[in-house]
């Protein structure tokens, strides 16, 4: 477990399962059809149960599919977290598509989402470095950077969680968030 205050949020990586997570709000990494899928995306729809899909259904209903670096919230379910926030990451194709502008968006749109209903905890997984093949090293770059903006900017959240899943990813969040903020250890 990593912590560290930025300005008034504590802000942690720790490696684990997002979907045993009981911050006020947990971050999927969708696709823009909202239908659920594999990864992080189907653990999270199997643990929280039907109840997220219903909603998802009728928020593509009404809006259409989920731009992605855009973000919508649903309830969680029989999820820890009573809520469950759900953002588009990019596919990678080389970097030269735009990748690093809608990564940070799909990030910074979940923040905003979490405080405008209030929220006052948020967890996140690795977005788009799983099936969406952005390189963990540069996503995590971009990732704790948007989050640490963010945070500098919006004074409202008490807690943001970073839960990686497996020991590489973990690892390299950990040396992106090193970089960022040298006073720490
Ligand atoms: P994307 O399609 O955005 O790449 P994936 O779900 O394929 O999303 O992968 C994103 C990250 O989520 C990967 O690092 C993957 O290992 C991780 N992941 C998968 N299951 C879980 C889980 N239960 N909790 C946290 N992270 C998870």
Known sequence: MNENLINKTKLSLLQGDITRQSSDAIVNAANSGLMGGGGVDGAIHRAGGPAILEECKQIVSRQGRLPTGEAVIT???????????????????????????????????????????????????????????????????????????????????????????????????????AALLPDTV
Do not use: C
């Not at 990564?103 to 979490?114: D, E, F, G, P």
């Not at 905890?121 to 950077?145: C, I, K, N, Q, W």
């Not at 919006?154 to 390299?172: G, I, M, P, R, W």
């Open 75 to 177: 309830t969680g379910g029989n999820l820890k977290a009573r809520h469950v926030i759900h953002t588009v990451g990019p596919v990678w194709h080389g970097g030269q598509s735009g990748e690093p502008e809608l990564l940070a968006s799909a990030y910074r749109q979940s923040l905003r989402v979490a405080v405008a209903n209030g929220l006052k905890s948020v967890s996140f997984p690795s977005l788009s470095t799983g099936a969406y093949g952005y390189p963990v090293r540069l996503a995590a770059a971009v990732a704790l950077e948007t989050v640490i903006d963010f945070l500098h900017q919006q004074e409202s959240l008490e807690e943001v969680v970073f839960v990686l899943f497996d020991d590489a990813t973990y690892q390299k969040y950990g040396q992106a968030l």
